[in-house]
């Protein structure tokens, strides 16, 4: 069983946002494989399917960014998913717009919502997406930077970024993760 979580703010005010990309990654995910997100427990919006043989549980934290471990930790724990079998997907803004990059461990990197997870998940060992949103132009600052939309002339490269994640995903179910790496790294 797999557990794959998108980090994010919840409502529609950060909806669209940067910070919201892993969010995005989860909905496109419950649309391409047909999953209902109508499950909602461990402060966490989820569903469950099964997916080339695979079953796969869906998570989007509803705790707001820097907690997100408090909604990760009780589901995996609830259904035995160990963290070789988590796969959390998240903003970077060390990455170009549009660039993903795929690790099996590390640290949180200065990311609230992964240190979090980390926490709460007793360890670090799990699979990450990380999705490239730059940084920001000027002096405008991070955490300003991180809750606005993508621009318009940024969206097809964002698609691009979702469609890719989402691959690597469905690649996941069937492939070691660090095959995965292997493909979407180069």
């Known amino acids: 069983m797999k557990l794959i979580v998108g980090l994010g703010n919840p409502g529609a005010k950060y909806e669209k946002t940067r910070h919201n990309i ?59 998913i160990g963290l070789e079998d988590v796969a959390i997907i998240y903003d970077d803004l060390d990455l170009p717009r549009g660039k993903i990059r795929l690790r ?12 979090s997870a980390i926490q709460h998940l007793g360890g670090s060992e799990f699979n990450r997406i990380r999705v490239g949103i730059g940084r920001p132009e000027g002096r405008m600052p991070v955490p300003d930077y991180v809750l606005t939309n993508f621009r318009e002339e940024e969206q097809a490269v964002m ?24 493909t979407y790294n180069g």
């Open 159 to 182: 698609a691009e970024a979702v469609k890719k994640s989402v691959e690597a995903c469905e690649q996941w179910l069937k492939e070691p993760f660090l095959k995965v790496m292997n």
């Open 104 to 115: 099996q461990k590390g640290s949180a990197g200065g990311h609230n919502g992964m240190r």
């Open 22 to 80: 892993g969010f995005i990654i989860v909905d496109a995910l419950a649309e391409q494989w047909n999953i209902k997100l109508n499950q909602s427990k461990y402060n966490g919006l989820y569903g469950v399917g099964t997916v080339a043989g695979e079953k796969v549980v869906l998570l989007k934290p509803l705790t707001y960014m820097n907690l997100s471990g408090e909604a990760i930790a009780p589901l995996a724990n609830f259904y035995k």
